[in-house]
T-cell receptor, first 113, second 111 residues
Framework: NAGVTQTPKFQVLKTGQSMTLQCAQD?????MSWYRQDPGMGLRLIHY???????DQGEVPNGYNVSRSTTEDFPLRLLSAAPSQTSVYFC????????????FGPGTRLLVL | EDQVTQSPEALRLQEGESSSLNCSYT??????LFWYRQDPGKGPEFLFT???AGEEKEKERLKATLTKKESFLHITAPKPEDSATYLC????????????FGKGTLLTVNP
């Protein structure tokens, strides 16, 4: 099993550009989530999904969209990138919402100029 | 107000020098407390889940304990490869299952 994979590993964007961060898991997990990690702050939940076709907002959802068309994939879309979205983004999955033993991907480092 | 507070922010130990990391929480109705390890440039890696006060779990040189308001991660005779950031997270009960993370403790173990 590859576990949780994320692409790209690193991305530079200009303000106003849009992009999609990809996340995939091969463990048949129901629950998937996106976090951002900034210096001096804990991991903050952006969006999450409890199954295909079901998504919900986390703590910091503004400026981001998600969709879950399959169990395996959970892409994160930045609609119009802003410098405040410079961060490291982690995707995670767990067997269910109640079971929060989450498996994290390697992260995507995003720089918005 | 932070719901999860980790201390110290950074800890430097000599190899073999045992110590403890602290995670205190202010939430009520705790469903579970989680410890993760994060190496530089990588995603967090799950270590332990604790569910009730008095519970303890061990893995190699690490032992996690839980009381009603805090958890400790005890590191016995650490080695340089234990150097990492250790993250604590709490999961509330009821209908809110999401994790709330602390800011982490950066542990450096010198040979």
């Amino acid at each position: 099993n590859a576990g949780v994979t994320q692409t790209p590993k690193f991305q530079v964007l200009k303000t106003g550009q849009s992009m999609t961060l990809q996340c995939a898991q091969d463990m048949n997990h129901e629950y998937m989530s996106w976090y951002r990690q900034d210096p001096g702050m804990g991991l903050r939940l952006i969006h999450y999904s409890v199954g295909a076709g079901i998504t919900d907002q986390g703590e910091v959802p503004n400026g981001y969209n998600v969709s879950r068309s399959t169990t395996e994939d959970f892409p994160l879309r930045l609609l119009s990138a802003a410098p405040s979205q410079t961060s490291v983004y982690f995707c995670a999955s767990s067997p269910s919402l109640a079971s929060q033993t989450q498996y994290f991907g390697p992260g995507t480092r995003l720089l918005v100029l | 107000e932070d719901q999860v507070t980790q201390s110290p922010e950074a800890l430097r130990l000599q190899e073999g020098e045992s110590s403890s990391l602290n995670c205190s929480y202010t939430v009520s109705g705790l469903r579970g407390l989680f410890w993760y390890r994060q190496d530089p440039g990588k995603g967090p890696e799950f270590l332990f889940t604790l569910y009730s006060a008095g519970e303890e779990k061990e893995k190699e040189r690490l032992k996690a304990t839980l009381t009603k308001k805090e958890s400790f991660l005890h590191i016995t005779a650490p080695k340089p490869e234990d150097s990492a950031t250790y993250l604590c997270a709490v999961q509330l009960g009821g209908s809110n299952y999401k994790l709330t993370f602390g800011k982490g403790t950066l542990l450096t173990v010198n040979p």
